[in-house]
C-alpha cells in the first residue's frame, strides 16, 4: 500500500513535458489562455511551444502580419511558456517527440486540416499513439477576426498613420487615393461636429423645459393661492361697488320721492288759500 502510494507521489512530483505548437501571429490572449491550461494539464509541467518559421507558414497557411523573429519574440514573453522552438516541424513526428523528450501534445481537438499532405488532421498521429492533450479555443477572439477589424476599418487606419507622420508611400497608398480620404474623412469630422452640437442644443433644451416644468410644479401652489387671492380682492371691490351703486340709486329715489311729497303739499295749501280769500271777499 505504501509503495504504491510512493510510486503515484513521484508520479505526480514527475516533470511532465507538454508541447504546443502554432503561428502565434498577432499574439493575443486567445492564445495566451490556450497555453495557461497547457501549462496547468499537470500539478508540474514543463511547457515547451514551437512555432513555425515563415517559410513553412507562408507555404501552408498563407501571409502573417508578424515575422517568425517577431512572433518568437512574443512566445517567449509570455508567462506560461518555459521554452520556445523556433522552426517546428508544421506535423508533430515521433522522431520530434523523440528528440525533445515530449510526453504530451496540447491543441484544441477541432481537425486542422492543410494541404501539407498530412491527411484530414496534422495532430491524428499523436491523437493514435495517445499523447494528445484537449484544450479549449477562447471564443471571440483569434488572428483572423483581428485582422477583419483591420480590414473592415481600412480608411480609419490608413488616415491614423497617415496623421501620425507615415508616408503614402510606406502605407501602399496613391496620391489621389490619399486626397480622397483626407477629403472624405474631413466631411466625416464635420458631420461629427454638427450632430455633436444638435444634440448639445436638444439637451440643453430639455434642462430648461425641465426647470420650467419643476419651478412651475414647485410653485403651482403659490401661484394658485395667489390667483385666488387676488381673484377675491377684485370681487370683493366689484360687490363693494355694486353696492355703493344701490344705496346710490336708492338715496336719488328717496330724494325724488320727499322732493314729490312737498310739491303735493304746496299745491293742496294754495287751493285753500285761494277759497278763503274768496268767501272773504263775499
Known amino acids: 500500500m505504501e509503495d504504491r502510494k510512493k ?38 509541467t514543463y511547457l515547451l511551444v514551437g512555432c513555425c518559421n515563415d517559410e513553412v507558414t507562408h507555404n501552408y497557411k498563407g501571409k ?29 513526428t515521433q522522431e520530434f517527440l523523440d528528440k525533445h523528450q515530449i510526453d504530451y501534445v496540447a491543441h484544441d481537438s477541432l481537425p ?7 491527411g484530414k ?12 492533450k484537449e484544450t479549449k479555443r477562447t471564443a471571440g477572439i483569434s488572428t483572423s477576426d483581428i485582422i477583419m477589424r483591420i480590414v473592415k476599418d481600412y480608411n480609419q ?12 508611400k510606406d502605407l501602399g497608398v496613391s496620391y ?42 414647485e410653485n403651482a401652489d403659490r401661484l394658485v393661492a395667489g390667483f385666488l387671492e387676488m381673484f377675491e380682492e377684485g370681487f370683493h371691490k366689484m360687490g363693494t361697488v355694486i353696492r355703493d351703486r344701490i344705496q346710490e340709486g336708492i338715496r336719488k329715489q328717496q330724494l325724488k320721492r320727499l322732493l314729490y311729497d312737498e310739491s303735493d303739499d304746496d299745491e293742496l295749501y294754495g287751493d285753500d288759500f285761494e277759497n278763503e280769500s274768496y268767501e272773504d271777499e263775499n
Not at 27 to 42: D, T
Not at 65 to 87: A, F, G, N, Q
Request: proline share 2%.
Open 176 to 217: 489621389v487615393r490619399e486626397k480622397r480620404l483626407r477629403v472624405n474623412m474631413g466631411l466625416k469630422k464635420l458631420r461629427e461636429r454638427v450632430k455633436e452640437q444638435q444634440e448639445k442644443v436638444g439637451e440643453k433644451i430639455q434642462i430648461v423645459a425641465k426647470m420650467h416644468r419643476n419651478e412651475w410644479v
Open 7 to 44: 510510486k503515484q507521489s513521484s508520479r505526480e512530483d514527475r516533470t511532465v513535458r507538454v508541447y504546443a505548437d502554432g503561428i502565434y501571429d498577432l499574439f493575443h490572449f486567445g492564445h495566451a489562455r490556450s497555453l495557461e491550461q497547457a501549462k496547468k494539464s499537470f500539478p508540474n
Open 121 to 132: 488532421d496534422v495532430y491524428e498521429f499523436v491523437k493514435s499513439v495517445g499523447k494528445f
Open 157 to 168: 487606419y490608413v488616415m491614423r498613420n497617415l496623421d501620425r507622420g507615415y508616408s503614402r
Open 64 to 92: 502573417t502580419v508578424m515575422t517568425d523573429v517577431e512572433r518568437y519574440e512574443s512566445l517567449r514573453h509570455c508567462k506560461w511558456v518555459d521554452e520556445v522552438i523556433p522552426d517546428a516541424p508544421w506535423v508533430v
Open 112 to 118: 486542422y486540416a492543410d494541404t501539407s499532405g498530412a
